[in-house]
């Protein structure tokens, strides 16, 4: 069951980076797509941490409600 739920979640975070337009928006260059996550992380490793995460959640509540 547990291979199930992990490959549920990785289809489910695929179409994240898909509905983001990340896809058509790098020209599916996956280097870039993963240079945009490390980035990602970067950021809530440093010190600003809360207040950006605060702003993605906005913006994916947003996007979320678009649809």
Do not use: C, N, P, Y
């Amino acid at each position: 069951m547990k291979r199930r739920e992990r490959t549920r979640q990785l289809i489910e975070l695929g179409g994240l980076i898909a509905k983001a337009d990340l896809v058509e928006l790098t020209g599916d260059d996956r280097a870039v797509i993963l240079g945009l996550l490390v980035e990602a992380a970067a950021t809530l490793r440093g010190d600003a941490r809360d207040q950006q995460t605060k702003l993605w959640r906005r913006r994916g509540r947003r996007a979320f409600a678009e649809d």
